[in-house]
């Protein structure tokens, strides 16, 4: 269908979540979203949710993103207008669309780091950042066929959400980086929505034992019912030597995976990683964090780090499908898309709500 056309008879106001600045965003009206490129699609946003990136760039800590920018990259929708080199999709077709997108074609894209896609300026991560996102009753989708997945029949829209971000986040940069493998022993500092994807995951790679640190006692609780066998506060003063007698010999954990973001958990994963093991870096960092080569590079420890690609959303989702993820353990609270607002409010103050992720329908 040509989309110019079906982008004029909408005649419809949209709205959308924009952010005008640190501390400022609104509800507001927007064009509709016009498409540029044969390969858009336009998405109508059925389900979308708010990411902890949404807070920081509201706090300023991300000035690509300007003032005027729609927020959000995360989003399930049903199809409404396809461009003229799409053919795999059509209108009315119920699509996941993901934090990355993807080119297919780059050479980052072919070696499975869209992460890195060339052709969106180097950077997968573009909705809510580099163009408009997800928050919104419509939004503007580049690079469909290679970046959406279709939803299967059957499969509830808040169970599928979350293989937008903190899924594939938890699972790739957490577990897979980490190596996970039967039998180990996994730490994951940091029981937020990603932490506890990657205790989730961390338990379908079968790991043997799976130990929590975390200083919210409600996360803690939570962390148990995502699969975590030991939940331990943070602020125990003995948290470190509680984590390494749940070790074999006490020689620490075989992968240790941050989830938070700052040095001083980057700091417990070197300290509580047993030699030859590895310690996965989930969190995004704002400030520099002291490497202890002196005493790592004896230790045989392996660190990795990185930005979600994504590329494992379809081996996810069957197991989302299957029932072995229950992905709607994390959508804590439900607000429809007119009370954006409201839900940004209880985000934002996620520990006084009790809240994890929240669900945004229209
Ligand atoms: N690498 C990627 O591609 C990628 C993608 C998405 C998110 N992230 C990052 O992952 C991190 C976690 O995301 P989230 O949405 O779960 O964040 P969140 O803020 O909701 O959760 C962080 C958790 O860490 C806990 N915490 C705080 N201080 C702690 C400490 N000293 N020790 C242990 N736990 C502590 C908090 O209580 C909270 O439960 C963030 O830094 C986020 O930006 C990375
Ligand atoms: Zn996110
Ligand atoms: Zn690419």
Known sequence: MDIAATVKVWEVSVKALVYHGPGQKSWETVPDPSPAEPTDIIVQID???ICGTDLHILKGDVPAVTDGRILGHEAVGTV???????????EGDRVLVPAITSCGRCAYC????????QATGGIGWIFGHLIDGTQAEYARVPFAETSVHKVPEGVTDERVIFLADILPTGYE???RNGRVKPGDVV????AGPVGLAAIQ????????RIIALEPAGTRREHSRRFGADVAIDTADPDAEQQ????TDGGLGADVAIE???VPATFDICTRVVRPGGVVANVGVHGAPTTLHLEDLWIKNVTITTGLVDGTTVPMLLQLVRSGKIAADLFGTHDFALHDMMAAYDTFAEAGKHNALKVVIRR
């Open 110 to 117: 072919k070696r499975a780091m869209p992460s890195h896609c």
């Open 259 to 261: 989830a938070v973001g």
């Open 187 to 190: 730490v994951v500092v940091g």
């Open 243 to 246: 984590v390494m007698a749940l």
């Open 173 to 175: 940069v957490g577990v």
């Open 47 to 49: 389900t979308t949710t």
């Open 80 to 90: 409404a207008a396809v461009g003229a080199a799409v053919t795999s999709l059509a």
């Open 201 to 208: 995951t961390a338990s379908l790679a079968g790991a043997a």
